[in-house]
């Protein structure tokens, strides 16, 4: 029999709900994102992102049954995410969900913002399953993962100071492209050279560090304000490949895993997608560019493995802003 979650994503930015059959096929996926709003202040704004949220989730939802010709009594199961994220965008949907699912009596499923991240690679590839090395790069979020299963990870290395997509969005804003970064960067680099020198931090284990390069490139910029921005942004993007191919190479020698999962906003970067394609002796696989960023059918997928283990949650269930895996 066929099972129907319905995803709730409002972590930050992006109000999204989506119907997923079985865990992969996306049968609706609506994705209101406030990202028009948001760059007049050159970043979220969280008190801002909530309020949108409030006034988007009920339409989003409701767009989202429509789209997938179901009912809402079709539906087998609410995934909510409930962290990490900003905490008064994340009580919206998950305030929503709650009441969806007190209503429907329908099983409530608490949902972690990054196994969704992962989770859009298997709504990608129908094939792909666990075990696989996963390496996450969000805006909140660098991490390397052993996924043993669909619902047990294990945390091998992560960022001791910033993200990764932080790094992006403030190299971005002292060359002032605009916000989000990412992208900017990833659309001015194609017509740059990566002739750029820049430091790499290395350690013994598998954590990353990305404080030294975004302050190498802003001080760049400002004691040279007419460097060529275009070949700026390749460097980096360049650089930021290197040590994140050097940690996951490292990863693979230490577990003798070769499938490699990439996962997370920064995974749409058209440089690091190229590179991670290259490797040798591995295989990669990346979500598809419209679910490397935040939606709710990567949480309804997210949410279908976690209901199939059992991880029902109650309706005392709060945001958690800070949530691990
Ligand atoms: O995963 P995500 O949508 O939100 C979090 O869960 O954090 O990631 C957002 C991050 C932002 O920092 C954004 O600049 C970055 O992903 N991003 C990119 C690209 N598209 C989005 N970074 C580099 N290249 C891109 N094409």
Redesign the pocket.
């Known amino acids: 029999m066929d099972t129907y979650i319905l995803g709730i994503e409002s972590?930050?930015d992006e109000t999204s709900a989506s119907v997923v059959k079985n865990g992969r096929d996306v049968l609706s996926n609506v994705i209101n994102t406030q990202i028009d709003i948001h760059k007049l202040y050159g970043g979220v704004v969280p008190e801002i992102a909530s309020r949108n949220h409030i006034q988007n989730i009920s339409e989003v939802v409701k767009m989202a049954i429509k789209e997938a010709n179901i009912e809402f009594e079709n539906i087998d199961a609410v995934a909510c995410t409930y962290g990490p994220g900003l905490v008064g965008a994340l009580l919206v949907g998950l305030s929503y969900g709650k009441a969806l699912s007190f209503a429907l009596d329908k099983p409530l499923i608490g949902t972690n913002?990054i196994e969704g991240?992962i989770a859009a690679n298997y709504i990608t590839y129908k094939e792909l399953k666990p075990p696989f090395l996963c390496i996450m790069m969000?805006?909140?979020?660098t991490q390397i993962i052993h996924v043993k299963d669909y619902t047990e990870f294990e945390v091998l290395g992560r960022t001791r100071d910033d993200?990764i997509?932080?790094a992006?969005?403030k190299v971005a804003r002292i060359m002032d492209l605009g916000y989000?970064?990412?992208?900017k960067?990833?659309e001015l680099g194609k017509n740059g050279q990566a002739t750029i020198e820049l430091p790499k931090t290395h350690f013994e284990n598998l954590d990353f560090s990305f404080s030294g390069i975004k302050t190498a490139v802003i001080n760049l910029h400002h004691k040279n304000p007419d460097i060529n921005k275009a070949d700026l942004c390749k460097s980096f993007e360049k650089t930021v490949s290197e040590i994140l191919i050097q940690n996951v190479k490292k990863a693979i020698t230490q577990t003798g895993i070769k499938t490699i999962v990439l996962a997370?906003?920064?995974s749409?970067?058209?440089y690091?997608r190229e590179e991670f394609f290259k490797l040798e002796n591995a295989k990669a696989y990346m979500p598809d560019l419209k679910l490397?960023?935040?939606n709710a059918a990567m949480i309804a997928s997210a949410g279908y493995y976690n209901y199939l283990a059992g991880k029902i949650s109650d309706l005392t269930l709060n945001a958690v802003p800070d949530l691990v895996l």
């Open positions: 972590s930050c913002h991240h969000s805006g909140g979020n993200a997509g932080e992006f969005d989000p970064g990412g992208p960067i990833d997370g906003g920064v749409a970067n058209s690091i490397c960023t935040d």
